[in-house]
């Protein structure tokens, strides 16, 4: 019952955020990561089941500098190369003002994406489906739905960044496979988070890892735009 609460939960969120209530996307992402680790305690789970436990603090803070300052070499040097450069080139991120974008870096992905995507996916559902299954049946339901979580935002992939325009074109059927790839994707990222969260008992290096990717991938993405985006 508290599983499928769970997920009836991330299905409001998710349209709210991505259809009935765009403009208030921090505010719901933070009412509902609230909403499941309330839930969470109501089935039973201790903040240490939750990677929020204070013994794993400074384990995860030093695995997520580490996540944090990979992620940013990687960038740089795929910025640096003309080859992947493209990869950068998102209209999404190079039409933000410097107001937009210091929101959008600070803001909206640590308060909003990072902390519903990693309280829900790798906190509360991780956990519940671990006490019940084991962590391999958890990481492989957190990841799946994790996946399914970025249908909605993928679609647009094709028409905002170069890259992605490149590989699948702009037709419909462009569009199915480029939202496809960013499921795939997506959920072995979401693999790759669970490992990250289970070896360390800590939420801390996936949140590191997310936001680095997120925020950083923005930086990098508004600056590519004026720089090279022509």
Partial sequence: MWITLVVVVLGAANALINWLAAGWYVPVCAAAAALLVLIARRDGLTWADLGLGAASVRRGLRWGLILAGAVLTVYLVGLA????????????????????????????????????????????????????????????????????????????????????????????AGVVLSVAAAVVGTALAGVLFCELRRRSDSLIPPVALHCALNSAGYTLAWAAGRWWGG
Wanted: aromatic share 10%; hydrophobic share 50%.
């Fill in 81 to 172: 190369v003309p080859f992947t450069r493209d990869a950068f080139l998102d209209e999404r991120a190079a039409g933000l003002s410097p107001g937009q974008l210091v929101y959008r870096v600070l803001v909206r992905v640590p308060l909003g994406t990072v902390l519903l995507e990693e309280i829900a996916f790798r906190g509360v559902l991780w956990a519940m489906v671990e006490r019940r299954r084991g962590p391999m049946w958890a990481t492989a339901v957190s990841s799946v739905l994790f996946g399914l979580w970025h249908v909605q935002p993928s679609r647009g992939l094709t028409r905002s960044n170069a890259a992605a325009e490149a590989v699948f074109g702009t037709g419909p």
